[in-house]
């Protein structure tokens, strides 16, 4: 569950004509719950959501790693560094992230012997994602790697390349320069890296990975219009999401249901399998839990519809968010288009805490 790490974007927008006359549907929200922050100038960025419901945070200008536990609550796990980032979580509460500084380190935190290095470099080094399984994905010195538990690190690849997420089976999403482009790949266990074929881009990233083996895509070709983001099915091909222009943009995660997050111009999205657009997030939350709240960044994902992110107040400041959207069974709404149309809210038990 890899949260830019690079900082490479794409410059993206939703064409017009892909708006007309489009709503999607979407569960009414159980909850919308902030990180707390621990000082008063501190802010809180929400990364990563695990199986189960174990979220990660940083907070900048404060303690540095924040984790929420089902069933305890939010953790202040200090930091292993002083300029720390939180990338991952995965269902035991292992932490992964990078710390930079005279030397960068890839690292993890368990709740037994706290923090440890997975890897480190000269120049570059973090870790992006972590599987229940424990394969952990990232990158040293622009290298890809996997590491895999009683194995240790293995690098993908010969060139510059980047690990963004992983799955239960060890399969690693990213993306790999060849002939002076960046080429999303998809890396398998006893299989190698194989290197995939965007529709139209120039530069294509593999930003997210589930355990069917579908790929989250951002492709980039520099022209108007022509930039998209899509997800891959293995035999299946590429599935469009939004072809977009000059705005930024991100993919961030994609869930076994198909269900995709990231970020738009307009802030968080949420895609849901057959619908034409995605939900705009900062007008779902409004609708059930008021104005206080514009939804930044959707980072992470997970099976039971919890999504974590960074929402900003009215006076600017950030502050993580774990958004609980409930399965089958609950109340439908339908109207969240991504360019501003309005929620049909019929009721809810929805709160804010």
């Known amino acids: 569950m890899e949260r830019d790490p690079t900082g490479i974007f794409a410059h993206m927008c939703i064409l017009a004509a892909c708006c007309a006359g489009a709503s999607a549907e979407v569960w009414a929200p159980q909850s919308f719950v902030l990180f707390p922050r621990n000082s008063p100038r501190a802010e809180t960025f929400g990364q990563a959501v695990s199986t189960n419901g174990y979220a990660a945070a940083v907070e900048a200008l404060g303690t540095g790693v924040a984790r929420y536990a089902p069933g305890v609550g939010f953790q202040n796990l200090g930091r292993p560094g002083s300029n720390t980032g939180v990338f991952g979580v995965n269902s035991r509460g292992v932490v992964v992230g990078a710390v930079a500084g005279i030397f ?58 980047v690990g963004y997420a992983v799955n239960e089976s060890g399969q690693v999403a990213g993306f790999g320069v060849v002939n002076s482009r960046d080429r999303a790949f998809v890396y398998t266990p006893g299989g190698g890296v194989q290197y995939l074929s965007v529709p139209g881009a120039g530069h294509s990233y593999g930003r997210g990975i589930n355990n069917a083996g579908q790929v989250l895509l951002d492709s980039l070709t520099g022209g108007l219009g022509a930039n998209g983001a899509y997800v891959y099915t293995p035999g299946s091909g590429y599935a469009l999401l939004a072809r977009t222009a000059n705005v930024q943009s991100r993919m961030h995660d994609i869930n076994n249901r198909g269900w995709v997050v990231g970020d738009l111009d307009e802030g968080g999205m949420l895609w849901l399998p057959g619908e034409a657009l995605p939900i705009n997030l900062t007008n779902y939350v409004r609708q059930y839990f008021g104005p206080t709240y514009t939804i930044t960044n959707a980072n992470a994902v997970n099976d039971v519809g919890q999504i974590v992110g960074t929402a900003t107040d009215a006076t600017g400041r950030s502050a993580g968010f774990i958004l609980t959207i409930p399965g089958a069974g609950t109340v439908w709404v339908a109207g969240v288009a991504a360019l501003g149309v309005g929620i049909r809210r019929r009721r809810t038990a929805a709160r804010l805490r």
């Open 104 to 161: 960068r380190t890839a690292y993890r935190y368990d709740d037994g012997p706290g923090y440890s290095v997975v890897a480190s470099g000269t120049f570059s080094a973090g870790a992006y994602a972590i599987s229940d399984s424990g394969f952990i994905t990232g990158e040293t010195d622009s290298r890809a790697f996997i590491y895999a538990p009683g194995q240790g690190v293995t690098y993908l690849g010969s060139g510059a390349s």
